[in-house]
């Protein structure tokens, strides 16, 4: 296995781009020309051509900009392994060489600076490297792999897009599916499979708390919304703090709120936006409810008439992303025996959220995503001695060391297919 890796990080050929490139290189490729949600349209063209170039069967434009690729080699079950593509509305502050300096725009919105602040450039990396491993050792396994090259993920849309797009009808029917996730806790060359509770429900939700505009001067002629505003989020930790049960975790983070124009205006709204999190379908729908209550409830407090309620809206993740335990304990005695129980870590559940779990959960078959550590040695070494502290994914800083990051990745995806497409 060791030799296989060391293989798979030299060169080989991406039509792509314009010469052959290693899967590191490939990386810094991506993690420089960074898209956000449902444009990602170079990254796509990249997987699609190395998919293509590797012998695989390749469909684009899935759910928009998603890539499907498929390999049938011999009679076995059907293997799903996804990559999400997306990045987000983050300024790079690595200070790598590398380091992103491209603008985006949502559909309806504002040009930003995008960052792959979250790994997925280590999950396409892994992918083009699985696709190769896949091609050159037919002899390894038998069976059908359907590779996904998934837009949207941190949108929350991306797998119901490509689902809604005849996903499970125009492509072999997965009888698992499979998925990473790069970490910030965990060191590189190590990884983690959660036996059952993976990632959490995420619901986004927008908030405009309405008020009655005017002077700065003459506050007792309005009722201003910002202050309004300030009163809610500080209620709102109430709801996790007082009315949420302990034993079952809860997040509510306002990451968002804009208003007001001019020192000396008291505007007519205030939007915020905000994430709600649980395990737990209707203890999420309680905080929702909950939310709701107090922002109508300081907005009654400040004297607002009902036609200046607050209004809400809100999408996002539905379900938990839940490993199939079966499934996940397999795999991990599998990557002890592959990597070595050293390399092989437990962690808690994470609060994050994905959308994975829509493959399974739609074709009705036993999904596990696991960790893949990210961390660089000296890095790690560094904090564990009261250096500075790893940033977290979705900070400007997180920048995983890509070389045994992408290998461990590599080498994993590997031993799971061995373990679920066995030669025969």
């Known amino acids: 296995m060791k030799h ?37 349209v170079r990254s796509a063209g990249i997987l699609a051509a190395e998919a293509r170039a590797a012998g695989f069967e390749v469909t684009e434009k899935i759910g928009r900009t998603g890539v499907v690729a498929v390999l049938k080699n011999g009679k076995g079950p059907t293997l799903l392994i996804r990559a999400d593509m997306d990045a987000l509305p983050v300024k ?19 040009m930003t600076p995008v960052m792959h602040a979250c790994g997925h450039d280590i999950h396409m990396a892994v992918w083009v490297g699985t696709v190769r491993w896949l091609a050159e050792h037919r002899k390894a396994w038998r069976g059908t792999v359907v590779m996904v090259g998934q837009p949207g993920e941190e949108f929350g849309g991306g797998a119901r897009a490509m689902l809604a797009d005849g996903f499970l009808t125009r492509f072999p029917k997965p009888d698992f599916t499979l998925a990473l996730h790069d970490n910030s806790t965990l060191p590189a060359g190590m990884v983690s499979v959660p036996p059952f509770q993976a990632l959490s429900i995420s619901t986004s939700m ?24 300030g009163r809610i989020i500080t209620a709102l930790q109430t709801i996790v703090s007082r009315e949420n049960d302990p034993f079952h975790p809860a997040v509510i983070t306002v990451g968002s709120i804009h208003g007001g124009t001019k020192h000396n205006i008291i505007p ?11 395990y737990d379908p209707q203890q999420q729908q309680r905080l929702l409810d909950a939310i709701a209550r107090v922002a109508k409830g300081e907005a009654v407090a400040a004297g607002l008439p009902d036609t200046l309620m607050p209004v809400i809206t809100h999408t996002g993740y539905g379900v938990p992303t839940l490993n199939d335990p079966a499934l996940a304990g397999r795999i991990k005695t599998q990557f002890e025996a592959k990597l070595g129980k050293g390399r092989v870590i437990d962690l808690d559940p994470s609060m994050a959220s994905e959308d994975f779990q829509y493959f399974g959960l739609a074709a009705k078959a036993p999904s596990v995503i696991f960790w893949l550590g990210g961390v660089g040695k000296a890095q790690w070494e560094a904090a564990k001695a009261g250096g500075p502290a790893i940033p977290s994914l ?17 080498e994993s995806m590997a031993a799971a297919v061995e373990l679920l497409l066995p030669a025969r």
């Open 268 to 278: 007519d709204e205030v939007k915020l936006q905000l994430t709600i999190r649980s």
């Open 206 to 229: 927008d908030m405009t708390v309405r008020g009655i505009g005017g002077h700065g001067a003459y506050p007792a002629t309005t009722r201003d919304p910002v202050a309004l505003a």
């Open 394 to 410: 979705h900070n400007s800083g997180w920048a995983p060391d890509p070389a045994p990051t992408i290998a461990t990745g590599v």
């Open 4 to 40: 296989l890796l060391a293989c798979l990080l030299l060169a080989a050929a991406t039509p792509a781009l314009a010469a052959p490139v290693d899967l590191v290189t490939l990386y810094k490729d991506l993690h420089s020309h960074p898209e956000l949600a449902f444009h990602e």
């Open 92 to 110: 790079e502050a690595t200070g790598l060489p590398y380091a992103s300096a491209a603008m985006g725009q949502y559909d309806d919105g504002p």
